[in-house]
């Protein structure tokens, strides 16, 4: 009973360390893309093998994350908590699930065809990528959106099996949305950002301009909807998920204010993640209503 608690402690201190919870955020876009790959619901095994890559990649990818940010985020009181600088979890310990994962996603990868398994070496250095970028450039918020926009087109490669000009809109809707509130949650960070060097848009711009950078990426991530939905041809379901999106879009902007970001946690992690399921189950319901 006590081996079997223990366990479970580790398991609870693992998804905590790669904030499983935000799986939330891209894996819906993904299925919304192989949804409109597929012209329809994608068979079983397909959408097995979609959920088995999207995990194996963001596992890896926050692991990896982590493990190259262990120092800054044990200097920063927001962060130094966390489960590396705090020492609950090992370098070693991290490192091996990080490989782990990342070998999972080549092997989902490689179940669902050819082109996708060529492409996964691709996907990890873009992530990879993303964890050093902060110490060299304020786009590092654009590098992290363009890596999770391989969730939408990973899944269309994956039902589809070859690119096609309609399935970069989903995912450019991913890349510009992930920036947008990636660049408000890094307003927690800002000053910090500022004394040591690190590089973000609002250590550059300020509360103020970021705030309005954010909004005008949400309504360019918003239009690649749009796009999506004109070039496919989507009815009545996916246009009032559309409706919808934006008026969580508007919501999540509306309770961020330059002089007041105690609301900032509920945009990031509620309005976000009510976009990305919305979008995704009003495809569905497009699709299954025909």
């Not at 493990?67 to 090992?90: H, Q």
């Not at 994956?158 to 890349?175: I, M, S, Y």
Request: hydrophobic residues 55%; aromatic residues 16%.
């Amino acid at each position: 009973m006590r081996c079997g608690l223990s366990v479970f402690k580790d398991i609870v201190l693992y998804l905590r360390m790669i904030k499983f919870s935000h799986s939330v955020f891209a894996l819906p876009f993904a299925f919304t893309s192989a949804l409109i790959a597929a012209d329809g619901v994608p068979a079983l095994r397909q959408v097995f093998w979609i959920t088995v890559a999207m995990v194996g990649a963001r596992t890896g990818a926050m692991g990896f994350n982590r493990i190259i940010d262990r120092d800054i985020d044990a200097l920063n009181p927001r962060t130094e908590e966390r489960e590396l600088p705090a020492g609950r979890i090992s370098f070693r310990a991290a490192l091996t699930l990080s490989i782990i994962s990342f070998a999972v996603l080549a092997l989902a990868a490689y179940r669902l065809n050819p082109l996708c398994f060529k492409l996964t070496p691709v996907a990890i250095a873009v992530v990879v990528l993303y964890s050093y970028t902060k110490r060299f450039t304020w786009a590092s918020h654009f590098v992290l959106g363009l890596a999770l926009s391989a969730a939408p087109l990973g899944a269309w490669l994956a039902v589809g099996g070859k690119f096609v000009a309609g399935a970069f809109f989903p995912a450019l809707a991913v890349l510009f949305w992930i920036a947008g509130f990636d660049i408000l949650y890094a307003l927690q960070d800002m000053e910090f950002d500022k004394s040591r060097g690190l590089h973000s848009i609002p250590a550059k711009l300020g509360i103020r301009n970021s705030i309005f950078l954010s909004r005008f990426l949400h309504l360019l991530s918003w239009d690649f909807l749009v796009f999506t939905g004109i070039i496919f041809g989507l009815g009545f379901y996916y246009w009032a998920g559309l409706i919808v999106a934006a008026a969580l879009f508007i919501y999540e902007h509306a309770i961020i204010k330059a002089d007041d970001l105690s609301r900032l946690n509920k945009a990031f992690f509620n309005m976000n993640g009510y976009i990305s399921i919305t979008v995704f189950l009003f495809t569905l319901l497009n699709y299954i209503s025909k």
